[in-house]
């Protein structure tokens, strides 16, 4: 999901909520060794690390102690009085006070005047900059801020599948594309909601059968975003695996159409190709990965392809074509025999006006 400034609301939070976070973040950022320092009395500090700094010749850790201040408004100067006594005791290497507000222009004319006897550096990141540097981690956002009904439903869909490889339903599918804000998906979202429902087109169309609801455009919602983080070029994150992959199973028109032989008859209406594969099939085992492969063609000519990575990002790269042809064939990332190609160009419905 796609994040901005305005998602991060402070306002929501309590005060340990903050610290929570404010936590969270430190160990994004690189410190480690931290300490939270709840309930009671903190000793001038909410939470106190180390960075581990690499300098040419030996390693420096320098001590970090950090203030949080849950505030709707301005933090006046007798907030932070007792914590620069602390920091003025025990001497970490920084005193970073990190504010959900601001700092009141009495507290921010203290701190400038004071910092120059120090022998320890101040650092204020105020509420702004703190939102800043939380869009840098969408994980944190979906973690501490309440999304709506629909993104937490793609959230829950994608933790589960990476715990415990469920895939998604027909009906969850439906209710994501059609009500969540599109401009939100990352292209990794969008391919594991399209590759999630083409995964299992051939069983949706037998139960079709007895439910009468299947209908691959529910995804229609999503087209555009999807055009839009695609590419017109070759898909980049194929390109390491062009022949060292396997195939696993599929279905689709190359799946209709690879038992033809001469004599037999009938053709492939098959809009759609899905492949699952055995990826760097020919390298050590710890090198191995799976893999999805999509091609789809819309109603309007136009067509996409999708390859993404089984990992725990859903790693996924798009090309989109403007119209569709026989000559679209050797553009795909599958690569037919000269026999198989000629079985296509006649056989698979695809690829014609």
Known sequence: MIYNANDVQFEQLTPVEFERLSFDLLLKLGYRQLTWRQ??????????????????????????????????NGVPPEQLNSKIAWADAEQPDYLVILVSSYLTNNARAWLEQIRAQK??????????ELKVQLVRFPDLIEQHFSANKYELLLIDAKRHFQAYHITPSYELISAIAGKIDTERLTLNDLGFLFISLYKQFDYLEDRNDY??????AILAPLYQRLFTLSSPGQIALFEPYKGNYDYLGGSGFWDDL???????????????????????????NETWALGHYLFFRLPDGTALELFSIDNSEFTTGARCFPQVTIATIDELCLVPSERFRKVLQKYAMVFRN
């Not at 009671?40 to 690499?54: C, V």
């Not at 022998?119 to 509420?127: C, D, N």
């Not at 038992?259 to 020919?282: C, D, I, M, R």
């Open 39 to 72: 309930g009671g009395a903190d000793n001038g500090r909410d939470i106190e690390g180390a960075l581990h700094l690499e300098t040419p010749l030996t390693p420096q850790v320098t001590r970090w102690f950090f203030e949080c201040k849950h505030y709707t």
């Open 119 to 128: 022998h320890y550096k101040i650092v204020i990141i105020e509420g702004q």
């Open 211 to 216: 439910y009468g609801d299947f209908d691959p």
């Open 258 to 284: 690879e038992q033809w032989e001469p004599g037999l008859e009938g053709e492939s209406v098959a809009q759609y190709q899905y492949n699952t594969f055995h990826l760097n099939y020919k390298g050590a």
